[in-house]
């Protein structure tokens, strides 16, 4: 029983970390990334809608995305949506393809930025923390029930803090990657 609850507890911060990957990609480095748009909701015919589902995203070159709207109609919203959002960034468009040119940061903008993902790791942290406090709740309810001893609560205890560490580290590894992508001029 104590064995399905530590792999559920592994499944869950697993998750987390994958969670908190997705949000690293949704912030703005000196490079063009099509997942800097994933967050963009466009108001199309009244109704948000996700930018990835109105549009293709592609990166032609290093600092530069593409927007090819499906519908032509939906140009003006999906422009007004970028240009609305807290990308900071100037969207142009041909007719045909709203261009995205990426400029390069400043030094402030990077400080915003390393604070942001900093915010984020920690919403991270918090998630796999969060695991291991159900997870050690209800192997404590298991113990009250009288179905798990509590040696075997205690040991399961520690393998869950063994996990629970390994995966703040893996985000710590992550926040740094990303802090050093930010900062690299």
Known sequence: MEKELLADARTRMDKAIVAT?????????????????????????????????LANVAVPEPRL???????????????????????GVNPSNDGQVVRLPIPHLTEERRRELVKLVRRLAEDGRVAVRNVRRDTVKDLRELTKEGVVSEDAVRRSEEE??????????????????????????
């Open 65 to 87: 995305l593409t927007v090819t709207p499906y519908d032509k109609a939906a140009m003006k919203s999906i422009e007004k949506a970028i240009r609305e959002s807290d990308l």
């Open 160 to 185: 869950l803090q063994k996990a629970t560490d390994d995966h703040v580290h893996q985000i710590d590894e992550l926040l740094k990657q990303k802090e050093a992508e930010i900062l690299e001029v």
């Open 21 to 53: 990957k997705n949000e690293f990609n949704t912030v703005r480095s000196g490079r063009a990334s099509t997942a800097l748009l994933d967050r963009i909701m466009v108001d199309y015919y009244g109704i948000k809608t996700p930018l990835k589902q």
